[in-house]
């Protein structure tokens, strides 16, 4: 089994400072100081980077725990045979850069949406992998997540085969199979932790299981461009959390609009990001969902349904009963825009476990938008209750 070597970290830190202003497609400009970002000491935001931990890898000290919250209901069984199935198909060499010690904690939290010539992910690229190994790896993602999920996973990695095809600004280096990677973190077991990671450019997938308890958080989705054709087909992959994140914005009264408004500053990308991992999170702001009307909260629960639904059903279904519970102790707030085409139009739902925030930042293949979204559970990242 793989071990994550400290000179591995040590070389994500250098190539991430060597490359913070300057990154295949997701790149940075320059932004106002007052930005919420240069506020908190990210780095300034632009097409596809910015904001807080934008494109960073997780570079400092982890101290994961197994506390995780879950209410349960999580497939383990199947995941496992799952999981197992694709280690059988690897060699010993192969199977080496794809399974780690379950306490490889750096490793563990390193993710971005950098394309991985820039943050370097762990694991194995599929590309090293041949067919049939790609399609065990494909069937143990769809044992975890929901249909839909697994269908939006393929559609962000067509978006980057259509980058691939648009060209320029680095962006011919893209691709669904050059760009992603996977690993495993200990052994695949009914009754003990075990990770699977999943992502590259705009994907990261951490999926940690402990008996029935499940975390499928930290969860990053993106997509660039925001809709493209493939084989005749019109290909939205974030369509679902646009239409959800936006309508729910639309969708309530103007006062409660005004309300929602975040007065702290204007942001250029996620504010808890890739490498955000200290488990502290702003101070909440926005309109208190209590306030709102039935219809209203019924905007924000499906809004909601939209991150975790990309989970298996079962354990969907039980985390949504948390969620809703909280449901009055949530909030929801927008910064500098709110329309769903309007660049740097910033929503977040922010409750006492979920956080989720949706950001519509500049392109630079295409002379559109593109998005970027996090979804993160304040009490059960990495099935952890200590992110760091």
Same mark, same amino acid.
């Given at each position: 089994?793989?071990?994550?070597?400290?000179?591995?970290?040590?070389?994500?830190?250098?190539?991430?400072?060597?490359?913070?202003?300057?990154?295949?497609?997701?790149?940075?400009?320059?932004?106002?100081?007052?930005?919420?970002?240069?506020?908190?000491?990210?780095?300034?935001?632009?097409?596809?980077?910015?904001?807080?931990?934008?494109?960073?890898?997780?570079?400092?000290?982890?101290?994961?725990?197994?506390?995780?919250?879950?209410?349960?209901?999580?497939?383990?069984?199947?995941?496992?045979?799952?999981?197992?199935?694709?280690?059988?198909?690897?060699?010993?060499?192969?199977?080496?850069?794809?399974?780690?010690?379950?306490?490889?904690?750096?490793?563990?939290?390193?993710?971005?949406?950098?394309?991985?010539?820039?943050?370097?992910?762990?694991?194995?690229?599929?590309?090293?992998?041949?067919?049939?190994?790609?399609?065990?790896?494909?069937?143990?993602?769809?044992?975890?997540?929901?249909?839909?999920?697994?269908?939006?996973?393929?559609?962000?990695?067509?978006?980057?085969?259509?980058?691939?095809?648009?060209?320029?600004?680095?962006?011919?280096?893209?691709?669904?199979?050059?760009?992603?990677?996977?690993?495993?973190?200990?052994?695949?077991?009914?009754?003990?932790?075990?990770?699977?990671?999943?992502?590259?450019?705009?994907?990261?997938? $951490?999926?940690?299981?402990?008996? =029935?308890?499940? +975390?499928?958080?930290?969860? &990053?989705?993106? %997509?660039?461009?925001? *809709?493209?054709?493939?084989?005749?087909?019109?290909?939205?992959?974030?369509?679902?959390?646009?239409?959800?994140?936006?309508?729910?914005?639309?969708?309530?009264?103007?006062?409660?609009?005004?309300?929602?408004?975040?007065?702290?500053?204007?942001?250029?990308?996620?504010?808890?990001?890739?490498?955000?991992?200290?488990?502290?999170?702003?101070?909440?702001?926005?309109?208190?969902?209590?306030?709102?009307?039935?219809?209203?909260?019924?905007?924000?629960?499906?809004?909601?349904?939209?991150?975790?639904?990309?989970?298996?059903?079962?354990?969907?279904?039980?985390?949504?009963?948390?969620?809703?519970?909280?449901?009055?102790?949530?909030?929801?707030?927008?910064?500098?825009?709110?329309?769903?085409?309007?660049? $740097?139009?910033?929503?977040?739902? =922010?409750?006492? +476990?979920?956080?989720?925030? &949706?950001?519509? %930042?500049?392109?630079? *293949?295409?002379?559109?938008?593109?998005?970027?979204?996090?979804?993160?559970?304040?009490?059960?990242?990495?099935?952890?209750?200590?992110?760091?």
């Amino acid at each position: 089994m793989r071990k994550y070597l400290a000179v591995a970290s040590g070389a994500l830190l250098s190539t991430t400072l060597a490359v913070a202003g300057c990154s295949s497609n997701d790149t940075t400009t320059s932004s106002p100081a007052t930005s919420a970002s240069a506020q908190q000491g990210g780095r300034p935001g632009g097409p596809g980077g910015g904001g807080p931990g934008g494109g960073m890898g997780q570079v400092t000290a982890v101290n994961l725990n197994t506390n995780g919250v879950s209410p349960g209901g999580a497939n383990t069984a199947a995941v496992v045979a799952a999981t197992n199935a694709f280690l059988a198909t690897l060699d010993a060499t192969t199977k080496d850069k794809v399974q780690y010690d379950f306490t490889e904690n750096k490793a563990r939290q390193t993710w971005s949406n950098f394309p991985t010539t820039t943050v370097p992910r762990e694991g194995i690229v599929m590309s090293a992998l041949t067919a049939g190994q790609q399609k065990a790896a494909d069937a143990m993602l769809a044992a975890a997540l929901s249909t839909t999920g697994a269908q939006q996973d393929s559609n962000i990695r067509a978006s980057d085969d259509e980058l691939n095809r648009l060209g320029g600004q680095g962006a011919d280096g893209f691709g669904s199979l050059t760009d992603y990677y996977v690993a495993v973190y200990g052994t695949p077991s009914a009754t003990s932790p075990f990770m699977i990671q999943f992502g590259g450019h705009h994907l990261a997938r $951490n999926l940690t299981y402990n008996g =029935d308890k499940v +975390s499928q958080t930290p969860q &990053f989705v993106g %997509t660039e461009p925001t *809709s493209f054709t493939a084989g005749g087909t019109t290909v939205e992959p974030l369509k679902a959390e646009s239409t959800a994140m936006f309508g729910m914005l639309s969708g309530i009264t103007a006062a409660h609009k005004t309300a929602a408004k975040i007065t702290s500053g204007t942001f250029d990308d996620l504010v808890m990001g890739p490498g955000k991992d200290t488990g502290v999170y702003p101070a909440s702001e926005g309109v208190a969902v209590s306030e709102l009307s039935a219809d209203e909260k019924k905007l924000v629960t499906t809004a909601i349904q939209t991150y975790v639904g990309d989970l298996a059903d079962a354990a969907a279904a039980k985390l949504m009963a948390k969620y809703t519970a909280e449901l009055d102790q949530t909030r929801i707030g927008w910064s500098n825009n709110s329309g769903p085409t309007d660049e $740097n139009s910033y929503v977040r739902i =922010d409750g006492p +476990s979920v956080w989720i925030e &949706f950001i519509n %930042t500049r392109s630079q *293949s295409t002379p559109n938008i593109h998005f970027h979204s996090v979804y993160r559970d304040k009490t059960n990242d990495y099935g952890s209750t200590k992110p760091s």
